[in-house]
């Protein structure tokens, strides 16, 4: 059993920073990435972010890309997303998500809860 926990959410002005942290516990040997989501009211859930656990390769929403960074610690199994220059349109619930195996359709295993950023204009 894989358990996903978010940290980190809150409440920035526009333009601000915020980083959230996701932990990843149980069997987490066997990830190939893990990534981020948002899921604002009102609109369909969307990826932000992912990186492989092997290579750290990483991939971004064309929207946030220069502005958020994703970054992993294998040896903590946890991934982070540093937010920068935010945006009153980057408010949302935030996922960690984390999957065994690529799909082109960003089908992922293990969800977290959420935590909820909201930047203020």
């Known amino acids: 059993q894989v358990q996903l926990a978010e940290s980190g959410g809150g409440l920035v002005q526009a333009g601000g920073s915020l980083r959230i942290s996701c932990a990843a516990s149980?069997?987490?040997?066997?990830?190939?990435?893990m990534g981020w989501f948002r899921q604002a009211p009102g609109k369909a859930r969307e990826f932000v972010a992912r990186?492989?656990?092997?290579?750290?390769?990483?991939y971004y929403l064309d929207s946030v890309k220069g502005r958020f960074t994703i970054s992993r610690d294998n040896a903590n199994y946890t991934v982070a997303l540093q937010m920068n220059s935010l945006k009153p349109e980057d408010t949302a619930v935030y996922y960690c998500?984390?999957?065994?195996?690529?799909?082109?359709?960003?089908?992922?295993?293990?969800w977290g809860q959420g935590t909820q950023v909201t930047v203020s204009s």
């Open positions: 998500a984390a999957r065994v195996q690529y799909s082109s359709n960003y089908a992922y295993d293990y």
């Open positions: 149980g069997h987490t040997l066997s990830f190939y990435d």
């Open positions: 990186i492989t656990w092997r290579g750290g390769y990483t």
